[in-house]
């Protein structure tokens, strides 16, 4: 049975994790794999970079972007094959090329559109090296296209999936043995060929995607942790590892804000019962975390995440009118309207709390539509804690000595809206 492998931007960044990726997939020769890769390192922030200065028509600060993206390549290319990469250095080129081309096609185009056309273009770059090494390394290999595959909706930059025609796509692939597949993740394209995207993140989604489509034995994450935590190892300085999960826990922690796997990834995995296993490629032979149906293991420790960049808004009918349902109604259809999300919603007789991602258009395009029947406060620069299972006194010990702006509890989950000047740098989960 197929299995599917993720990799993520941190496994591939440079020629050395490359090489790295390469003995990794030696040790799995003879198995039907499908690979799904992301940009390397930080080129798809470098490339929203580049998006920005084209829109703002910023021509030199464009054209040194883009230079600088393409020497970086070629250099990972150059200290890969060295003196025999004359063919593949031509392939990169023009994929440089035709990114250069797209810019100036859509620059003028819808934002959205434009951002689909041209972001995908890391996932291209890198799945052309890293396929070009592992034929190199003797693993036969076979490149494919993911906007041949995965067909979605116009939503540029949140598409949806056509699962449908997705699947029987998917379905006429050859996997077998042989050849290993390796693919882009975080991009599809619509019925028509115009490529669209998944959402910041996406290739997770993609792997599962595919998993599902294919009905495969198993996903394989490799990130650069060993697993999933009980909280972000970089921020807790005493966050454990998780040997074993369920979907709907994981999708707990996801929802919420856990960045180590995209929200949308589990849906398609359960759906079939695929099971999903986190592991390090820095440390292959760990075990890591499985993710399955089983929930028997959840809550055994509890697990904190951190939002950054929030902001609180408060807001208030005039006259002292009641919040009611009516006017709740009101508000939140004017946050999906902007297309933001509130990670934490409190009611009360005359207010409405909301804690919304940082997103200043989104935000100045809610704040004027409320304005016109409401006050409002607002508070930026804050965190928001979730802590899902805690206890009382691990509550206390995370929120002592700190202004709580907000806060909201049901029986499993717990959150703290805080100033994110009064969070520590490195937090430490109380007994
Ligand atoms: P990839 O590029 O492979 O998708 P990500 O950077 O998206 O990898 O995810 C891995 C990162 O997620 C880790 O470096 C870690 O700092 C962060 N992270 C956040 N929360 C958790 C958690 N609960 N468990 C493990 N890692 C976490
Ligand atoms: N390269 C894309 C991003 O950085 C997709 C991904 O890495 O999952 O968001
Ligand atoms: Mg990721």
Request: charged share 25%; aromatic share 6%; with cysteine.
């Amino acid at each position: 049975m197929t299995k599917v492998f993720k990799f993520g931007g941190a496994s591939i960044k440079d020629a050395a994790a490359i090489r790295h990726l390469g003995e990794l997939l030696g040790g799995f020769r003879g198995h039907p794999l499908v690979v799904v890769i992301s940009a390397m390192g930080k080129t798809t922030n470098a490339l929203e970079a580049l998006l920005e200065a084209m829109r703002s028509d910023q021509q030199d600060d464009y054209r040194d972007r883009l230079e600088r993206l393409e020497a970086d390549h070629l250099a990972t290319v150059e200290a890969l094959f060295g003196s025999e990469a004359g063919d593949l250095r031509d392939r990169i080129r023009s994929l440089f090329a035709e990114l250069d081309q797209r810019h100036r096609a859509y620059c003028h185009e819808d934002r959205a559109l434009h951002y689909d056309q041209t972001i995908g273009y890391g996932e291209l770059l890198s799945t052309t090296i890293v396929a070009a090494w592992l034929e190199e390394s003797g693993i036969a290999t076979r490149w494919l296209d993911a906007r041949d595959l995965i067909i979605t909706d116009a939503s540029h930059q949140a598409a949806n999936i056509d699962w449908q025609a997705t699947a029987q796509r998917v379905g006429e692939l050859e996997v077998d043995s042989e050849k290993l597949l390796v693919t882009q993740g975080f991009i599809g394209s619509t019925r028509d060929g115009l490529s669209t995207s998944l959402g910041r993140e996406g290739s997770d989604f993609s792997a599962a995607i595919l998993a599902y489509c294919l009905d495969a034995e198993d996903a394989t994450f490799w990130k650069d942790v060993p697993g999933l935590f009980n909280a972000d190892p970089r921020r807790f300085d005493n966050a454990v590892p998780l040997a074993h999960l369920s979907y709907a826990e994981t999708i707990e922690l996801a929802w919420h804000g856990a960045k180590v796997i995209h929200p949308k990834t589990l849906a398609p995995l359960q759906r079939k019962s695929i099971p999903l296993v986190v592991r390090s490629f820095e440390t292959p032979d760990a075990a890591g975390s499985l993710i399955d149906d089983d929930t028997r293991n959840d809550g055994e420790h509890p697990a904190c995440i951190l939002s950054e960049g929030q902001t609180l808004l408060e807001v208030h009918p005039r006259d002292l009118a009641f919040m009611d349902e009516a006017r709740q109604y009101h508000i939140l259809g004017r946050l999906v309207e902007a297309g933001l999300h509130a990670e934490l919603i409190d009611g009360g007789a005359t207010r409405l709390l909301l804690c919304l991602d940082s997103h200043p258009a989104r935000l100045e395009q809610l704040v004027q539509s409320l304005s016109v029947d409401y006050d409002m406060a607002r508070q930026d620069d804050l965190t928001l804690l979730t802590v899902r299972h805690p206890s009382a006194s691990l509550l206390a010990g995370l929120s002592e000595g700190r202004e709580i702006l907000a806060e909201r509890r049901n029986a499993t989950t717990a959150q703290y809206l805080f100033h994110t000047r009064e969070c520590p740098e490195a937090w430490h989960i109380p007994e």
